[in-house]
């Protein structure tokens, strides 16, 4: 078995940070040595085969992004990254895990469509992969389908309150959803937007020849997601299940969470970097059907009205949990064009698989939050979260070795020329810079990443069967 060791670097965790070597032996990582320790009566070129100096460096644990959508069949297209190119690009930018939805569209069989997950994923992903499912049809076999998910590792359960037709519940489904939650442990994950109130909207913006992409923010206004995420936890409240608010966009939905949080109930939220960063007023900026590339649901906020710099508060006060990317990639041509004379046929959704952890450490450095709390928003949260955590989220002995290197001294340009693997014919990160680099990706013990080089292989990614929410047992 492979032997490396990391060593000199500083090793970040969600609690602190440490001067540590990391000694990774096959799949997993064997010691966290005090620094040059390894040397003492220790033949390191018999017993090593690889060094990666870290000197100066940041060794993290690998990113978990809990939020995925590859290849997903979604408003007539299909998202553009496949697993290969999706998880390619995750490894590029240093997350080590995704766990992805598998879909269950009206009338789909639930066990089948994880079945055909699985044939998509195997084989083809750079980085381990999870699943979470969407339920859009609640009925017996259904309810019955989740109980055996547990069994499979999938613990997690997402429904939602808009999309008519595709993916909607009602607040009767959603209820019986959550009453199995809370006898079998899963957790509840919802997509908090009244959508009957958005349909209104929207027909009448496009009946008003208001079609283009700024509208499809103003007519999915905060108010519908107040009201959402209050009545989702108001459902949570009466069936005792617990609840993961899934891309919490509007500063009135964090209140809604936070005040639910304080009355002691088991409700999470997660928020994305398109939330933290970019805006209403900057997508009204973008010249002709441009801002298309920031259609995604929920919207971006205004930033006038301070939902992003109170996200990053909500952050930094733990009122809000963990950051995924909600990636759901469409090309502008072919996909996102679709919806060019009607912002309601625009593809929903933005690519940042590669960049969140990159995003993210641009926090640190403009002071928005710590080292630490970058490592436990984007890593071992997400591993708590989804049961995970042990195997991923950490750098301990036991754990897999899923190990970034990260230099707080690189730097990083963000853009279709620049630093770009998805598979997305723009970046809705164009002309981003961050201060840091991704510099070598450890995935199971293999180098996925290494000096600007990608030497994983699809097939390298294995299926992770999850185990219940570690913030609820
Ligand atoms: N939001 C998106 O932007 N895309 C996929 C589905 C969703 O909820
Ligand atoms: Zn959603
Ligand atoms: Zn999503
Ligand atoms: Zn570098």
Request: with cysteine; net charge negative; aromatic share 8%.
């Amino acid at each position: 078995m492979t032997k490396t060791l990391i060593s000199n670097g500083t090793v970040v965790s969600a609690t602190g940070r440490v001067q540590a070597d990391v000694l990774v032996d096959g799949e997993t990582i064997a010691a966290v040595l005090r620094p040059g320790s390894a040397l003492l009566g220790f033949d390191l070129e018999r017993n090593v085969d690889r060094v990666i100096d870290a000197s100066g460096k940041y060794v993290i644990p690998g990113g978990v992004d809990a939020h995925t959508h590859m290849q997903m069949p979604f408003g007539g297209t299909e998202a553009s990254d496949t697993f290969e190119t999706g998880t390619r690009a995750a490894a590029w930018g240093g997350t080590t895990s995704i766990i992805d939805f598998v879909v269950q569209y009206p009338e789909q069989d639930v066990l089948g469509q994880y079945q055909l997950w699985h044939e998509k994923a195997a084989g083809n992903c750079a980085v381990d992969y999870g699943f979470h499912q969407i339920l859009s049809d609640v009925q017996d076999s259904s309810l019955k389908a989740m109980d055996e998910l547990i069994a499979e590792g999938v613990t997690s359960f997402k429904l939602f309150m808009a999309y008519k037709g595709v993916f909607l519940s009602d607040d009767g489904q959603i209820l019986r959803a959550f009453q199995k939650g809370a006898s079998n442990g899963a957790m509840m994950m919802m997509h908090a937007e009244n959508g009957a109130m958005i349909d209104v909207l929207v027909q009448q913006a496009v009946e008003a020849g208001n079609t283009s992409p700024y509208y499809h923010g103003l007519t999915r206004p905060w108010q519908a997601e107040e009201e959402a995420t209050h009545r989702a936890i108001m459902i949570a409240d009466l069936t005792g299940a617990p609840l993961y608010v899934v891309h919490v966009s509007a500063k009135q939905a964090v209140e809604q969470i936070a005040t639910a949080r304080d009355r002691g109930l088991n409700v999470f939220g997660e928020t994305c970097p398109q939330y933290l960063y970019l805006s209403l007023e900057e997508q009204l900026g973008a010249p002709g059907f441009e801002g298309a590339k920031w259609v995604c649901s929920t919207p971006l906020r205004s930033r006038a009205e301070g939902h992003q710099q109170h996200m990053w508060q909500s952050l930094r006060t733990n009122d809000i949990q963990m950051v995924s990317t909600d990636h759901c990639p469409f090309c502008m041509k072919d996909q996102k064009d679709m919806g060019i004379g009607d912002f309601s046929k625009i593809p929903n959704g933005i690519g940042s698989v590669e960049h969140r952890m990159d995003l993210m450490y641009q926090g640190v450095v403009s002071g928005q939050i710590s080292l630490e709390r970058w490592v436990e928003i984007t890593s071992t949260t997400p591993a708590r979260m989804f049961g995970l955590y042990g195997r991923k989220g950490v750098i301990q002995p036991g754990a897999d070795a899923d190990v970034v290197v990260y230099d707080p001294n690189g730097h990083t340009s963000i853009g279709l020329d620049k630093t770009h693997h998805m598979n997305m014919d723009y970046s809705a990160w164009e002309g981003f810079e961050i201060d840091g680099h991704v510099d070598t990706v450890i995935s199971r013990g293999r180098v996925v990443v290494d000096g600007g080089e990608f030497l994983g292989r699809a097939g390298h990614g294995q299926y992770l069967k999850r185990g219940l929410s570690q913030y609820l047992s």
